[in-house]
């Protein structure tokens, strides 16, 4: 029997440790991001030339509106090419994407990835630009957009993130998706750049100096590929800017098959990179003092927030049930007590809470909320589907061709 308590003392005590570290790094994180002010640079000493690089894979539903659009930045009209990278496309689309003011790469791979076309599409059109900026083919930018970037390139950065944001708010899981990013940029955004460090990228939305993206891109052949860019290029010394006022209006799922898809793919990449670069970032921070990319290794083991919430909540629950039992002898077998893992849940409610802006605070939100179980369920089954989810392409289907829709 004593055997047996040590052994479930060491589960209960291990797990415990990792759920607090969990939660106190977003806790910090949430509260520095309330904190956060926006740097402005009015004038700027140039206009650089940006590679608006739109990979899409069988995206005839929303790539065209989406190319049209990009067209329409308020940036010297010379200094800017958008740049389609068609795979997989119709006959038909491929003709109305040539009948707009932009390039069009066609790309054809045995398994695609997006790192492939965007390799593909880079050594195709040469090195005639300053700054590579990557958006997803159903993205929508303000028009201010490149010039809020290029201001951020004029202080001195080679990597910026944008503000991506829901473009659609018509479904419950559409909702919690779009919750969940804006959670996203206040913890991994807003309140890393309060601390002075890096912003985390997301895949869309960003800007790299052309070059290094370049370079960089030519050794990443993976479904993750802007984790893996994020992670060499932060383990080099680059320092990744956010600009939360260049707004990039991103689709989000409403089907619940896409949302298993999309946590599957990103689960895998985030274990996947933490085991390769967890032993290489504990030896640059001892030997380089690089906290940043320590940091961004130790991102890639954070639990998803709706997991952590959802488990703390669950064990708060159970302890509490053990706590108040009139049956001392169970208590024994339910430790830490209860009151430390209802500590931990009200600190992640407030951590996530201080992170959603206010617009989120509303009627149709408090619905979406409703549908949080089911969410939480699909999250495991994502868990339980993520072996050769690295291996492989994961195609989300989109739907809404430069429509923004909210409730």
């Keep these: 029997m004593d055997i047996l308590k040590i052994i479930l003392f060491i589960i209960e005590y291990s797990f415990f440790v990792y759920l607090f570290c969990a939660t106190l790094y977003i806790f910090i994180f949430s509260v520095a991001g309330l904190f956060y002010k926006q740097k402005q640079k009015p004038e700027v000493s140039k206009f650089r030339k940006f590679a608006v690089l739109i990979p899409g894979y069988k995206e005839d539903a929303v790539i065209v509106d989406v190319a049209h659009k990009a067209t329409q930045q308020d940036y010297p009209k010379d ?29 054809v791979f045995e398994v695609s990835k997006k790192s492939k076309a965007l390799n593909k599409c880079m050594e195709i059109i040469g090195d005639n630009y300053d700054v590579a900026f990557v958006l997803d083919a159903d993205n929508i930018m303000e028009k201010d957009v490149l010039k809020k970037i290029n201001a951020a390139f004029d202080r001195g950065f080679k990597a910026v993130q944008g503000h991506r944001t829901a473009k659609n708010l018509d479904a419950d899981f559409a909702i919690l998706d779009a919750l969940s990013e804006e959670i996203n940029n206040h913890i991994f955004r807003k309140g890393h750049r309060v601390f002075g460090i890096s912003s985390a990228l997301i895949g869309s939305g960003m800007g790299l100096d052309y070059a290094l993206f370049k370079k960089t891109m030519a050794t990443v052949d993976s479904v993750g590929e802007d984790k893996e860019v994020e992670l060499k290029i932060i383990k080099n010394n680059t320092v990744i800017e956010y600009v939360h006022d260049a707004v990039i209006y991103d689709e989000k799922t409403q089907e619940s098959n896409n949302f298993v898809n999309q946590r599957r793919r990103w689960i895998a990449a985030q274990i996947d990179y933490f085991r390769t670069h967890f032993l290489d970032g504990i030896v640059a921070l001892i030997t380089k003092g690089n906290f940043d990319y320590f940091d961004k290794v130790l991102q890639m083991v954070q639990p998803p927030r709706i997991l952590l919430s959802g488990i703390l909540f669950i064990l708060s629950i ?32 407030l951590a996530l809470a201080f992170a959603v802006p206010r617009r989120f605070y509303n009627k149709h939100t408090f619905t979406a909320l409703l549908s949080l179980p089911k969410g939480f369920i699909l999250m495991f089954i994502s868990l339980l589907k993520i072996k050769g989810a690295t291996k492989q392409f994961l195609h989300t289907e989109h739907s809404h061709p430069g429509k ?4």
């Design 79 to 107: 200094k800017f090419e958008v740049i389609v990278i068609a795979d997989t496309f119709k006959r038909e689309t491929l003709d109305s994407l040539r009948k707009l003011p932009i390039r069009v790469v066609e790309v």
């Design 318 to 349: 159970l302890y509490g049930i053990v706590h108040f039992l009139p049956y001392p002898v169970l208590h024994q077998y339910f430790v830490p007590d209860f009151y430390w893992w209802l500590g931990l849940f009200i600190a992640t409610t």
């Design 404 to 407: 923004i829709k909210h409730n």
